[in-house]
C-alpha cells in the first residue's frame, strides 16, 4: 500500500465507487440488450409479415453474434488505447442508429444485414466495460461488481420485455406497425446516451474528481500491484493470450454459457406464447419478465457470497448444473405455471454462473492481456448467441416442439459447468489471492491444468 494507506477505509471506498461507476454502465447494458433482444418480442408479428420461418428467424437473430466475434477483440484494444468514454460513446450512438433502421426492413434479407452491423456496431460493449471494471475494482470485490453490471440483461428483459409487447400491441402511429416503432422507438435512447458519455463516465482512478488524492493514490498503487502479481503469475503478453490455454480453456466454457443464454433471451417471448393460447402479447412480455426478475436476484446474491468467501468454482460451476436440471425439467411438463417455475430456476442458474465466472479470467490476465483475452473469451463464447438461437429454431421447425432445444441447451450448460467444476484448484487461488494477502499462493510457473 502507499504512504497515507492506512487511512483508507476500503470497504467504504468500494462502495462509493459501486455507487459512482455501475449505474451508468447498468443504465447502458440495459438499452444494449433491449436493442439486441428485442427482435424476440418483434418476431410476434414481424415473422408473419416478413414471412419468416423459425429456423430461418434463429439465423437472422444469431448472425448478429458472428459479426460481433469479429470485431470484438479490434473494438477492445482500441478501448484498452483510447479510453472508455471516448470508445463507449462510439459503440453505443453506431448501434442505436442500426436498430433505428430494423424498424425500416423490408425483407429477410434487409434484416439479415442490419442485424450483422449491429453486431460490429456493438462489439465491444460488454467485454469493454468487463475491461473497465479491472481498472477500478481489485481482485477480490471483481465479482460483485461484474454482476450487478450483468443484472442489466435480467433488467433489460424484465423492463424492455413488457416495454416492447406494449409497443407491438398499441403503437401503430402514421399506418406504421407496431414492431418497426419497436426498433424505432428503442434505438433512439442509445444514440442520446452515447452522446451523453464523454461527459458521464471516467476513465482510470487518477481522473476521478470525486475522489481525494489519497484516494487516488491508494487505488491507482492498488491496482498497479495486482497488475504486477498477475504478470509475475500468468506470464501472457497482450497478444500472447491469443494462444494461451488458459484462456481457450475460459472461452469453451463461455461458449456453451452464451448458447443457451442468448437462446433464451431471445425465444423466451415465443416459449412463454406457446404455453397458452390465449395470453396477448402485453400479456408474454409481463410473464416473460418473471424469470428474469428471479434470475437479477439470485446473481446478485449468489455474487456477493462468492466474494465474501472467495470461492469462485463451486459457486458457477453449481449454479449451471441448476440451470441444466431446470431445463431438462421443463421437458417433461405441460403446466403452464410449473413451466414459468422451471424457467425461473434455469434463468437464476444460468446467471448467476457468469458474474462469478469473470472473477476467473480478470484474476488471472494482466491490464495488457486482458484486453485481449477477456475479448477473445466473451467473442469465442459469444459465438454460442449464434449456435443457441439457431439450433434451436432449427429444432423447433424439425420437431415440432421446443423439448428438443431444451435439451440442447441443457448438454451445452453441462459441458459448461464441468469445465467450471474441472477447473485446477490452483488457478482458483491464484485468480482470488490479491497482492496482500501472502498466504495464499500467488506465483503459478505453468498453464498446468489447461491445455497448451
Known amino acids: 500500500m502507499s504512504a497515507g494507506a492506512g487511512s483508507i477505509d476500503e470497504e467504504r471506498l468500494m462502495s462509493r465507487l459501486r455507487w459512482k461507476l455501475i449505474p451508468y454502465v447498468f443504465l447502458l447494458y440495459i438499452v444494449a440488450n433491449i436493442d439486441r433482444v428485442n427482435i424476440g ?28 466475434f469479429i470485431f ?37 434479407t434487409d434484416l439479415t444485414i442490419l442485424r450483422s452491423l449491429l453486431g460490429a456496431a456493438e462489439a465491444g460493449f460488454y467485454p469493454g466495460v468487463v475491461l473497465y471494471f479491472t481498472y477500478w475494482f481489485p481482485a477480490k470485490h471483481h465479482a460483485r461488481a461484474v454482476s450487478l453490471f450483468i443484472v442489466g440483461v435480467a433488467a433489460a428483459n424484465i423492463i424492455g420485455t ?13 399506418g406504421i406497425t407496431g414492431w418497426r416503432w419497436l426498433f424505432i422507438l428503442e434505438g433512439l435512447p442509445a444514440v442520446v446516451l452515447g452522446i451523453a458519455t464523454p461527459w458521464i463516465m471516467v476513465n482510470r482512478p487518477r481522473d476521478a474528481k470525486f475522489l481525494s488524492q489519497e484516494e487516488k493514490d491508494w487505488l491507482s498503487a492498488r491496482m498497479a ?54 395470453i396477448s402479447n402485453t400479456q ?31 459457486h458457477a460451476g453449481i449454479s449451471m448444473l441448476v440451470m441444466v436440471v431446470s431445463l431438462i425439467a421443463l421437458t417433461f411438463t405441460k403446466d403452464p405455471v410449473l413451466s414459468i417455475i422451471l424457467l ?32 477473445l473469451i466473451n467473442s469465442i463464447g459469444n459465438l454460442g448467441g449464434f449456435t443457441g438461437p439457431y439450433l434451436f429454431g432449427f429444432l423447433s421447425d424439425a420437431t415440432g416442439s421446443t423439448n428438443a432445444g431444451f435439451f440442447m441447451f441443457a448438454a451445452f450448460a453441462l459441458m459448461t459447468a464441468i469445465l467450471t467444476l474441472a477447473l485446477p484448484k490452483k488457478q482458483e487461488q491464484a485468480a482470488v489471492a490479491g497482492p496482500d494477502e501472502p498466504d495464499k499462493p500467488q506465483v503459478v510457473r505453468s498453464e498446468g491444468g489447461y491445455p497448451n
Not at 482500441?78 to 450512438?93: K, Q
Not at 503478453?237 to 469453451?252: D, I, P, Q
Open 284 to 314: 408474454v412480455g409481463l410473464i416473460s419478465a418473471i424469470p428474469f426478475i428471479c434470475a437479477a436476484t439470485a446473481m446478485v446474491l449468489v455474487a456477493r457470497h462468492s466474494d465474501k468467501t472467495m470461492e469462485r468454482r463451486l
Open 344 to 375: 425461473c430456476f434455469a434463468a437464476s442458474g444460468i446467471y448467476s454462473w457468469v458474474g462469478t465466472f469473470w472473477a476467473l479470467p480478470t484474476g488471472l490476465l494482466s491490464a495488457q492481456a486482458a484486453a485481449v483475452g477477456i475479448a
Open 72 to 108: 470484438e477483440i479490434p473494438s477492445n484494444v482500441i478501448l484498452h488505447r483510447v479510453g472508455a468514454r471516448v470508445w463507449i460513446a462510439r459503440i453505443m450512438v453506431t448501434w442505436g442508429i442500426v436498430t433505428c433502421l430494423e424498424g425500416f426492413v423490408r425483407g429477410a
Open 162 to 174: 413488457p416495454i416492447s409487447s406494449w409497443i407491438l400491441d398499441n403503437v401503430n402511429w402514421a
Open 41 to 68: 418480442v418483434a418476431a410476434l408479428n414481424m415473422n408473419k409479415d416478413l414471412n419468416i420461418s423459425a429456423a430461418v428467424f434463429g439465423s437472422i437473430a444469431g448472425i448478429f453474434f458472428i459479426f460481433y
Open 225 to 278: 500491484k495486482e497488475d504486477a502479481s498477475r504478470v509475475k503469475v500468468a506470464r501472457i503478453s497482450e497478444w500472447g493470450a491469443l494462444k494461451s490455454g488458459r484462456v481457450w480453456y475460459f472461452a469453451l466454457a463461455y461458449f456453451g454459457y452464451a448458447t443457451g443464454m442468448n437462446g433464451i433471451n431471445i425465444w423466451m417471448p415465443q416459449i412463454v406464447k406457446g404455453l397458452s393460447s390465449v
